[in-house]
Structure formats: C-alpha cells, structure tokens
C-alpha cells in the first residue's frame, strides 16, 4: 500500500514558483513510466509547464471590455432606473464584476489617479468639480475611448468630449481603479 501511495504522490508533485514580472509557473514532473522489462520504474524526465498565469492588473483589459460594451448598451437602451451620476458608474462597473462605493467622494479613492487626459484608458473614471477652479470633486462619468466620457447629467445619459468648452475647465483626475 505505501508503494501505491509513493506512486499516486509522485503524479501528483508539482513544482510552482513566481518567475519573470511577477509570472506564476507550475511544472509538473512525470516520475513514472512503466517498460516492457521493469515495470513501475521511477524516472525522472524533463518538465514540463502545466500553467502560467500573469500577475493581475489594476483593471485587465477583459473588463475594460465590458465596462465599454455595457455603457454602448445602455446608451442605446437608457436605464429605466433612477440613477444620479456616481449610480450610473457603479452600475456599469458592477456589470463587470467590480463593486465601487456609492459616491462621487468614495469612488474618486478607489485608484490610481490620472491628471492627464491624454492618458486615459477605455473603462477609468473621470471626475468633475461643479466650478472652474474649484478641486471638490462633485461629478463623474466613464471615459470610453478618443476624448469621450459618458455620464449620467441632468439631461440624462450622453456622451462628451473632455476638450469641450463646458468641461474642461471642470476636469479634475481621471482614475484606474485598482480593484
């Protein structure tokens, strides 16, 4: 029975360890190989990997995606629920997975801020002060790509430039959110 046992162990050793940039790497050996004149001899071989998985990012592409997509849906086919602007962004990122806090103040600590506008990426948060000059942030929206940020107003769900002449001025920090 021990000898079964050490077999089944031996198929089931692995060997997984953090490589290049934070890369997970598991080998896997295949000790056992039976022959025509010994059977069960233990041989070690060269291994093999089973899996590698890269280390997560702030925000994976994947859900960029989707974060894009369900705010095309829904500026296609408005929401029948009474959102404001910070309910809108939690309800497409909630779509994709992500659970955001309720307000405007709570989700502009949720990543890694961007004061470029130039460096925004598909699915980060942008965030507005309801004044030129002001820095309290009281609005936001989600920035979907070529200078564009959908948001919630007061006229409902559109899409605008950031260079907009209104907006501008009112552009505080974008963010990518690190969960």
């Given at each position: 029975m021990a000898r079964l046992n050490r077999r089944i162990f031996a198929y089931m050793v692995g060997v997984f360890f953090v490589g290049v940039a934070g890369t997970l790497v598991v080998l896997e050996w295949n000790l056992h190989r039976e022959n025509k004149t010994r059977v069960n001899t233990i041989a070690p071989r060269v291994p093999s990997v089973v899996i590698q998985a890269s280390a997560p990012t702030p925000l994976a592409s994947y859900r960029r995606e989707k974060i894009y997509n369900t705010v095309q849906q829904l500026l296609a086919n408005p929401p029948d629920q009474s959102l404001d602007a910070s309910g809108f962004v939690q309800y497409v990122y909630e779509q994709a997975g992500i659970a955001l806090p309720r307000t405007v103040q709570e989700q502009?600590?949720?990543?890694?801020?961007?004061?470029?506008?130039?460096?925004?990426?598909?699915?980060?948060?942008?965030?507005?002060?309801?004044?030129?000059?002001?820095?309290?942030?009281?609005?936001?929206?989600?920035?979907?790509?070529?200078?564009?940020?959908?948001?919630?107003?007061?006229?409902?769900?559109?899409?605008?430039?950031?260079?907009?002449?209104?907006?501008?001025?009112?552009?505080?920090?974008?963010?990518?959110?690190?969960?």
């Open positions: 502009s600590t949720t990543g890694t801020p961007i004061y470029d506008p130039t460096q925004l990426l598909k699915g980060d948060l942008v965030f507005f002060s309801s004044a030129a000059g002001s820095t309290q942030v009281t609005f936001d929206g989600i920035y979907i790509g070529n200078g564009q940020v959908a948001a919630l107003t007061t006229h409902g769900l559109h899409t605008f430039a950031i260079s907009n002449p209104y907006w501008k001025p009112l552009f505080q920090f974008g963010i990518t959110v690190s969960k």
